[in-house]
């Protein structure tokens, strides 16, 4: 991917959230990007920025392979992109 911040379409229920982890090729969390580091969102948003623990800024990882943990309560998520 490029960009620097992964943008979000979602909606949660009352007690819903959307929470997601950045994983390297093997699928072993990228340090800063665990599902632990993740900062959940608990409400509805168009064009919401995921973040973590040390912000939302995933440039350093732009052009790498990675996979995306999602854990969604209660939740979908429309749309998703990096920008």
């Not at 943008?7 to 969390?29: C, F, M, R, W, Y």
């Not at 665990?34 to 350093?60: E, P």
Request: net charge negative; with cysteine; hydrophobic share 45%.
């Amino acid at each position: 991917f490029t960009g620097k911040a992964l943008h979000l379409n979602l909606s949660t229920g009352a007690s819903g959230s959307v929470a997601v982890e950045i994983q390297d090729e093997a699928g072993k969390p990228v340090p800063g990007f665990a599902l632990a580091d993740c900062q959940a969102i608990t409400y509805d948003s168009i064009d919401k920025v995921m973040t973590w623990k040390q912000g939302g800024d995933v440039s350093a990882l732009a052009g790498k392979a990675v996979r995306l943990r999602w854990v969604l309560k209660d939740a979908d998520v429309f749309s998703f992109r990096f920008e």
